[in-house]
C-alpha cells in the first residue's frame, strides 16, 4: 500500500525551529517528485515546497523562501522540510504529497495525514 | 501568481441532486488543472487530474471539464458520502489552489 507518514510537528515559540519528516512506503520513492502542502486552520490550502526525484532541485513559494528548507534521503525514503524562523502565520496542518512523475509539476496523487504546526509563545 | 477562484463558496443539496462547481483561474492554464476532496479531519484526496481525468478509484459519478480559464466539477447524483470541501488547483505554473466550495447537506 502507497502511504506517507509525517511526524515532527508541535508547538514552538516565534523565531524557534522545528524538522519535519515525511515517510514514504509502498513505491519507489527515489523515482517521485515531492512537496509539502500546508493548511492553517480553517483555512484552505497552500503550496510550500516541491522537489525533484532525485532530490537535485528545490523550491519554495515566496512566503517560505528563505526560512524554509526542503531535503530528502531516497535511501531511507524520507522528505525532510526545515522551518526557522518561524512565525504565527506558519502555523498549519502540514502534509507531504506526491506527484506522479520526477519532475514537479503535477497533481498530487498521494497525501500524507499530516502533522500540526503551531508557533506561539 | 496565477490566482484560482472557485464559486460557490457553499452549496446546500441533497442527496440525489446533481452538483456543479466552478473553477475560474486569472490567466490560461490549458488543462493543468486537479479537483480535490478533503473531508473534516482528513488529508485531501485527488478525484480530477488534466481537467477531467479520474484518479485511480474514483467513481464515474465524478466528472471534469474545462480548458484554459473556466472549469467545472460536476457529480451526477450526490452520495452522503460526497459532502465535502472541494479544492480546484492549478499546476501549470506551480501551484495556487482555490479557497474550496463546501458541499453541504440540504
Known amino acids: 500500500e502507497v502511504q506517507l507518514l509525517e511526524s515532527g510537528g508541535g508547538l514552538v515559540q516565534p523565531g524557534g525551529s522545528l524538522r519535519l519528516s515525511c515517510a514514504a512506503s509502498g513505491f519507489t520513492f527515489s523515482d517521485y517528485a515531492m512537496s509539502w502542502v500546508r493548511q492553517a486552520p480553517g483555512k484552505g490550502l497552500e503550496w510550500v515546497s516541491a522537489?525533484?526525484?532525485?532530490?537535485?532541485?528545490?523550491y519554495y513559494a515566496d512566503s517560505v523562501k528563505g526560512h524554509f528548507t526542503m531535503s530528502r534521503d531516497n535511501l531511507k525514503n524520507t522528505v525532510f522540510l526545515q522551518m526557522n524562523s518561524l512565525r504565527a502565520e506558519d502555523t498549519a496542518v502540514y502534509y507531504c504529497?506526491?506527484?506522479?512523475?520526477?519532475?514537479?509539476?503535477?497533481?498530487?496523487?498521494?497525501w500524507g495525514h499530516g502533522t500540526m504546526v503551531t508557533v506561539s509563545s | 501568481e496565477i490566482l484560482m477562484t472557485q464559486s460557490p463558496a457553499t452549496l446546500s443539496m441533497s442527496p440525489g441532486e446533481r452538483a456543479t462547481l466552478s473553477c475560474r483561474a486569472s490567466?490560461?492554464?490549458?488543462?493543468?488543472l486537479a479537483w480535490y476532496q478533503q473531508k473534516p479531519g482528513q488529508a485531501p484526496r485527488l478525484l480530477i487530474y488534466g481537467a477531467s481525468t479520474r484518479a485511480t478509484g474514483i467513481p464515474p459519478r465524478f466528472s471534469g471539464s474545462g480548458s484554459g480559464t473556466v472549469f467545472t466539477l460536476t457529480i451526477s447524483s450526490l452520495q452522503s458520502e460526497d459532502f465535502a470541501v472541494y479544492y480546484c488547483q492549478q499546476y501549470n505554473n506551480w501551484y495556487t489552489f482555490g479557497q474550496g466550495t463546501k458541499l453541504e447537506m440540504k
Open positions: 522537489i525533484s526525484g532525485p532530490g537535485g532541485s528545490t
Open positions: 490567466q490560461s492554464i490549458s488543462r493543468n
Open positions: 504529497a506526491k506527484e506522479p512523475h520526477s519532475a514537479p509539476g503535477d497533481a498530487f496523487d498521494i
